[in-house]
């Protein structure tokens, strides 16, 4: 693996890494700029990610396409309402010399696609909170390691809800960017049924290894940052908290909840990151308003009289920004 002279050196690599990522994924995912990037920001971020959209537009497609460009062992875990906790996490079994042995599951691998999320109860959601916090999994007392990177990107239809499950806020602070897939523009609508209906095939290569993207996250983590950008992005997530000391007007007229110091923390490795890889050396407050909202709209939870009034969650933090 190619080692770096300096931090600057290597900002320079990720930003050329990026540059060819998008390249590359864009041969298959056309349009839906926003949502590739946002994406490759989580994955260099070290977060999860959670689309949400509407079926057909591309979310399985898009995790398919990232994991071969990026050279990672990928598994796509389909959530169902029988899915079981040992269907994703592995189980012991009795060998034939009678001891326990046990068997991984598909979460041991780098990329994990959770498939309608919302398809499965809590008790199943849950097996996901441990590998997606602490990067390892406990079976039967005994804490297996995965390997590095580790990154989930579930998916969930906002449409059908029936049968559904809504994931609990301790999952949902779990993942770092909430990311709305939405409908193609038309021109690129029709570039995608030309691409689809032809015998047109797609070469893909690989990018980057799982050894480049650890290091290139631990670039990321080494990005210097203001204070007056820690205080701007600290004093945002507090706007958010009602009848509290920095509480905005419109949090105490329309939330009946706010965003936990996980949001913090994410602005200020999401800014790091859009700065990278916008070309610059240390991220400002312009960093931190272009990841806000896909980091805060899963941490807002709206009352009845913005529900009532059609306050929406992206509204809020338009005004909050």
């Not at 689809?196 to 290139?216: C, D, R, W, Y």
């Not at 701007?232 to 965003?259: C, H, P, Q």
């Amino acid at each position: 693996m190619e080692k770096f002279k300096d931090d600057v050196e290597a900002v320079d690599a990720l930003r050329e890494a990026y540059k060819q990522l998008h390249d590359e994924v864009s041969k298959v995912i056309i349009g839906q700029e926003a949502v590739v990037k946002e994406v490759l920001i989580s994955i260099f971020s070290k977060g999860h990610c959670l689309l949400v959209g509407v079926p057909g537009l591309a979310k399985t497609l898009l995790v398919n396409t990232l994991s071969q460009v990026l050279g990672l062992q990928y598994n796509r875990i389909q959530f169902t309402p029988d899915l079981m906790p040992s269907d994703i996490i592995g189980s012991e079994i009795l060998d034939e010399a009678k001891k326990f042995k046990f068997i991984k599951g598909p979460i041991f691998a780098n990329f994990i696609l959770a498939d309608e999320i919302n398809r499965t109860p809590p008790k199943t959601q849950a097996a996901l909170l441990e590998a997606m916090q602490e990067n390892a999994v406990t079976i039967a007392g005994v804490r297996y390691q995965l390997d590095s990177p580790f990154f989930v990107l579930a998916t969930q239809n906002p449409i059908e809800q029936e049968g559904t499950y809504p994931l609990p806020e301790a999952q949902l602070d779990r993942f770092m960017f909430n990311i709305w897939v939405d409908y193609p523009s038309f021109q690129d609508e029709i570039t995608i049924v030309k691409n689809t209906t032809s015998n047109k095939s797609t070469t893909l290569k690989h990018v980057l290894s799982a050894e480049q993207i650890v290091e290139f996250q631990n670039v990321i983590k080494k990005i210097p940052v203001n204070d007056s950008v820690y205080e701007y992005a600290v004093k945002l997530v507090a706007k958010t908290r009602k009848n509290t000391e920095f509480a905005s007007e419109i949090a105490n007229k329309y939330l009946s909840w706010g965003a936990g110091p996980r949001a913090s923390q994410y602005l200020i490795i999401g800014a790091k990151t859009h700065a990278v890889l916008a070309g610059k050396y240390s991220p400002d407050i312009e960093d931190v308003k272009a990841v806000a909202l896909p980091i805060l709209r899963h941490r807002l939870i709206r009352n009845y009289k913005a529900e009532a009034e059609g306050m929406t969650i992206e509204k809020i933090i338009e005004s909050l920004l």
